[in-house]
């Protein structure tokens, strides 16, 4: 069985990021993970010493999400951090959809957009949640990003949360993406989760009624839910994934504590990389 390197998405200590910074990301170290995926410094920090800061807790960045639900931002500036970052070459995004003409438009906005990032040798990543597995036309809304934007110019950043929380069993859709799929986001599902994870039907709903409706999400740490880590691993290496990146986005315990005991079973499940 292959074995990963493991990063973090620090979406996951936010909070604490947004208070000290610098603890934060030292805690992430003495936990054992060997990357995180972040952006450029806070204020009063410049990207050397934030490269410096890193360099001396064996963290790599592993690439950078450049926003939610916009595909306006400065190529240039981004890759210029990666470079300067001595970073893994990849940045993310995550869209909202509203009409099947929209992912059509937005898809062909993501061809050009990656054809940019690549002629500055970065891959350009998409990052699924839930309501990707719309369907429309029979056809989810994922497939359609999928098949109507370029491998070349456009890979995948999938998570294993998300997939499940769509209705699809994450072992058997991360097969679609053989080759397209260097990073991968993990994440767990409690127990009886999988109630409220039975995909959406047909059509669009409307995302602000979807976060109206107040659902608690079912986060659980990395082998303490539903999900089989050992057989996503093994999906994983059969179709190219560098980066294992843990992401829990609420938890019931500390934050610091649910990466520990993630990162805790992905050594017990034999998944890290020494």
Same mark, same amino acid.
């Given at each position: ?49 934030? %490269?410096?800061?890193?360099? !001396? ?5 592993? +690439?950078?999400?450049? =926003? *939610?639900?916009? #595909? ?114 993990? %994440?767990?599902?409690?127990? !009886? ?5 039975? +995909?959406?039907?047909? =059509? *669009?709903?409307? #995302? ?67």
């Amino acid at each position: 069985m292959k074995k990963f390197p493991i990063g973090v998405q620090p979406y996951t200590i936010r909070e604490a990021m947004s208070k000290d910074y610098v603890g934060s990301i030292k805690k992430v170290a003495e936990i054992g993970y060997k990357g995180i995926e972040l952006g450029l410094p806070p204020e009063g920090m410049t990207i050397q010493e934030q %490269k410096s800061l890193l360099d !001396g807790l064996g963290l790599k960045v592993v +690439g950078t999400h450049a =926003g *939610f639900d916009s #595909l306006d931002f400065e190529v240039d500036k981004i890759a210029d951090y990666l470079e300067e970052m001595d970073a893994e070459k990849f940045v993310t995004v995550s869209m909202i959809f509203k009409s099947r003409e929209d992912v059509l438009e937005k898809a062909k906005k993501m061809n050009e957009v990656g054809e940019q990032f690549r002629k500055r040798g970065v891959t350009f990543l998409y990052h699924n949640h839930h309501w990707e597995f719309f369907k429309v036309d029979g056809e989810y809304v994922l497939d359609i990003l999928l098949h109507e934007t370029d491998p070349e110019f456009v890979q995948t950043e999938l998570d294993t949360y998300w997939i499940r929380r769509g209705g699809e069993d994450p072992v058997e859709y991360l097969r679609k993406v053989k080759n397209r799929a260097p990073l991968l986001h993990i %994440k767990d599902m409690k127990a !009886g989760g999988e109630d409220i994870s039975n +995909g959406f039907g047909e =059509g *669009f709903l409307d #995302l602000r009624e979807l976060f109206a409706q107040g659902v608690k999400e079912p986060f659980a740490e990395i082998g303490e839910g539903i999900l089989d880590f050992k057989e996503i691993a093994n999906t994983a290496e059969e179709i190219g994934t560098k980066w294992l990146i843990v992401e829990q986005d609420e938890s019931d315990r500390d934050p610091f504590e649910s990466l520990k005991i993630s990162y805790d079973n992905l050594m017990k499940m034999g998944l890290i990389e020494s």
